[in-house]
């Protein structure tokens, strides 16, 4: 009996995590790709190399600010169901003090808490999804800045004062 008690709360405490983790692993975005360099010399296929770095890096980023809100917004939905969940356990074990209905009134209040702590659960699962799709954001946009630097650079290197006009274009983000 008692291993069936312990597997059932082991069950509760582990099933909304995993559960959190899975819905919010397949809401992430999985970003955009960085291109690959071209093997030619040619100024203009260059440019047009260098401009598509420059869309990569500002998709990578907003994909990473994006994915920085999501953990922001997962982080205080955790700390909201958490502190609900304080609040009424705290408030089940007040309302045993109440005379004649304190004890249902209690478990009424301890079931809403652990629905709460169910709840939170669920978030952290989230979160800890969202954490991961952070790191892997940060990355894309961190090889995407150095594929712009890179195609920025081989575009000076090869093209030299022909360059200045495609340097000189606005950025796309």
Known sequence: MAVVIVLVVLAALVLPFVGGFITQSNRTPQGTP?????DSN??????????????????AEATAAAAQRTVGNLRAELAVATGVAI????????ATLIPVIGYVVAAVLAVAAAAALIAAEFILGELAAA?????????RAASARQAEAEARTRLVQTCGDKA???????GPC
């Open 164 to 170: 200045t006009a495609c340097l000189s274009r606005p």
């Open 42 to 59: 040619d100024c203009s296929v260059l440019c047009a190399e260098w401009d598509q770095r420059r869309l990569e890096r500002c998709l």
């Open 131 to 139: 954490g991961t799709a952070l790191e892997q954001a940060e990355g």
């Open 87 to 94: 609040v009424l356990a705290a408030s089940a074990a007040a």
């Open 34 to 38: 960085v291109g690959t360099p071209s």
